[in-house]
């Protein structure tokens, strides 16, 4: 594609022909503002269309102002982004915006993150000139996960773009014309009557309240000042890499040791590690997948550690219910384990005991609430905050998180290997099981334990390894429309493999929907993906299986991997929906 010369305020800059005059104004470091453009982090997918009529500038020779963010540049084309009438008209639009938003700012769940309303700060607007009629909406709190407020919603379409083309769930879209359109579920349905995944990626693209999670932190205090229950927590891998981010700390910061200092002030018996868990769900998974290739039983198997991807499955691939792995993810293996094992080591009764997970997904809220997630007529996990949600409860007590000496979890659920870190990653849970059914199948040591062809942001990862002369293959898939695509291959014969991961969120659970919202910046999921891989290249244990305390618990309580207990506790089935 040739190149063009186009002057954006008096400077030149040459770019390809064809690209915006948004992006072209980037690359010479002129800041146009906009609400409804989003360049997501495959650099394929831009969502611009031109809806909110923020990012108007002057293009010399035309007589009305253009869009940038959807206006292709022409060669010798001069554009004026501050001029007066550029300028009035990026105000008016904003104005018109706030005339039809709910004036609700300081309760509003996205009070300081809202991009409308850091617009309007920037642009020092102080009053609400046009006055009128405003949309009324009944909220959508159906579901666990996601709560949807239509009459926060400035029709960016951001939302449609990552569940359309992102991933390919088709729940929200235009509905309606003119002054009538919303985004919403077809026939206006509620989020959990849709085939929604609750992966919460439109939640951390939405830059208003149109979208938020739904707020457990109520739940959570009231469990903690309830001195008649035990109240422990567990946190996820990625959560370490990402929560610093919230105290301003560059992302990318391992804060295990903070986080835990933080828990325990907030007033947590026990603080555990779901890594733990992790190590748990590898020796089950692996025996599982050893077990479906020495017996000649259906593969490839999936990894089912995500519930969005889950959920994804039993929508759109139903008829292939008996590929993916029975085991539950570490989230719901931790707390079978705690209302168990871990309630009978403490004397507890089961009933009394409140386990909290503190996860970067929003769908892990959603996850808990299943009914085959409960044991004994007991729910595995009680409560789910997100990453954001930990950071606001931290905020709130007054915790100067950044200046918290670093301390340890409890054990015995809290120690756990390099091998559960990286589960916060792609590929990490395959690298994961690797370590693992490689030494079983072999009975030899693995030396190299890092599957650097695993690794990286790739959509769809493929890769052969040679176990005791098999070639085993191995497939991972990053984000449902790359999901889609490999399975509608295994579907087709097209493809074949032994094991396959999936994870819903673009990048794994570092991008989860309840992470620090970055706007999809590749180098800070690029930071947050080093952190895992440098913290499992600092643990002294790397390989699940040798892990002291999982060795204890099968020997103690669970008995054989994949056996009868473990099976009772750690395994479930899916439903055809």
């Not at 198997?301 to 959920?311: A, V």
């Not at 309630?343 to 009933?351: E, F, I, R, S, T």
């Not at 000496?405 to 990286?422: C, K, M, Q, R, W």
């Not at 334990?449 to 052969?464: P, V």
């Amino acid at each position: 594609m040739s190149l063009v010369t186009v002057t954006i305020n008096n400077r030149e800059v040459q770019v390809k022909e064809g690209t915006t005059i948004l992006n072209a104004a980037k690359m010479l470091n002129i800041n146009i503002p906009t609400l409804c453009h989003l360049k997501l982090h495959d650099n394929k997918t831009e969502n611009h269309p031109g809806s909110c009529r923020v990012c108007m500038v002057e293009v010399e020779g035309r007589k009305n102002l253009a869009p940038a963010c959807c206006t292709p540049v022409c060669k010798n084309m001069k554009v004026k982004t501050n001029s007066i009438k550029a300028i009035h008209a990026r105000r008016t639009m904003v104005e018109l915006l706030l005339s039809n938003h709910p004036q609700d700012c300081l309760l509003c769940e996205k009070n300081t993150e809202c991009e409308l309303q850091k617009l309007a700060a920037d642009m020092g607007i102080r009053e609400i000139k046009f006055k009128g009629e405003s949309t009324k909406f009944l909220k959508d709190n159906s579901s666990y996960s996601i709560v949807r407020d239509l009459d926060k919603c400035i029709l960016c379409r951001r939302c449609v773009t990552m569940c359309n083309d992102i991933q390919t769930v088709g729940v929200l879209s235009p509905v309606n014309r003119g002054f009538d359109t919303i985004i919403s579920p077809a026939f206006s349905n509620p989020m959990l009557e849709t085939n929604c995944t609750f992966c919460g990626q439109c939640v951390a693209v939405c830059p208003t309240g149109a979208l938020t999670e739904v707020n457990n932190t109520s739940k959570v205090w009231d469990a903690l000042n309830d001195k008649d229950k035990i109240v422990i927590v567990q946190t996820a891998p990625a959560i370490r890499a990402a929560l610093g981010e919230e105290f301003n700390l560059e992302a990318g910061t391992i804060v295990t040791g903070k986080m835990v200092a933080a828990l325990r002030s907030l007033g947590f018996d026990k603080v555990f590690d779901t890594d733990f868990a992790a190590d748990l769900t590898i020796i089950e998974e692996a025996s599982e997948l050893i077990h479906r290739i020495e017996n000649g039983k259906r593969l490839p198997m999936l990894t089912s550690c995500c519930p969005g991807w889950i959920k994804f499955f039993e929508h759109s691939f139903s008829d292939l219910l008996d590929i993916p792995s029975t085991c539950k993810s570490p989230q719901q293996m931790f707390g079978a384990i705690a209302k168990t094992y871990l309630a009978k080591k403490m004397g507890v009764d089961p009933k009394n005991l409140i386990v909290v997970s503190v996860m970067p997904c929003l769908a892990k809220k959603y996850e808990a609430a299943r009914p085959e997630m409960y044991t004994n007529g007991i729910p595995d996990v009680d409560i789910v905050i997100s990453t954001r949600e930990l950071a606001k409860m931290i905020k709130e007590s007054g915790i100067n998180f950044n200046s918290l000496e670093d301390e340890l979890f409890d054990n015995p659920l809290g120690e756990s290997t390099g091998a559960g870190v990286i589960f916060g990653v792609t590929g990490g849970v395959m690298e994961a099981a690797l370590r693992t059914a490689y030494e079983w199948l072999t009975e030899e040591e693995l030396k190299d334990l890092e599957f650097k062809n695993l690794r990286g942001f790739k959509g769809i990862k493929e890769a052969t390894i040679k176990i005791k002369g098999v070639n085993i293959k191995v497939a991972i898939a990053s984000g449902l429309s790359n999901a889609r695509k490999l399975l509608e291959a295994i579907k087709s014969g097209e493809s074949n493999y032994h094991m396959i991961e999936i994870m819903a969120c673009p990048g794994g659970c570092i991008d989860g929907g309840g992470q620090p919202y970055m706007h999809e910046d590749i180098l800070v999921l690029n930071k947050r993906m080093e952190a895992l891989y440098k913290e499992d290249k600092n643990k002294s244990i790397r390989k699940s299986h040798e892990n002291p305390f999982i060795k204890e618990l099968y020997k103690d309580f669970l008995g054989k991997p994949y056996g009868e207990k473990a099976h009772e506790l750690l395994h479930t089935s899916y439903i055809k929906r």
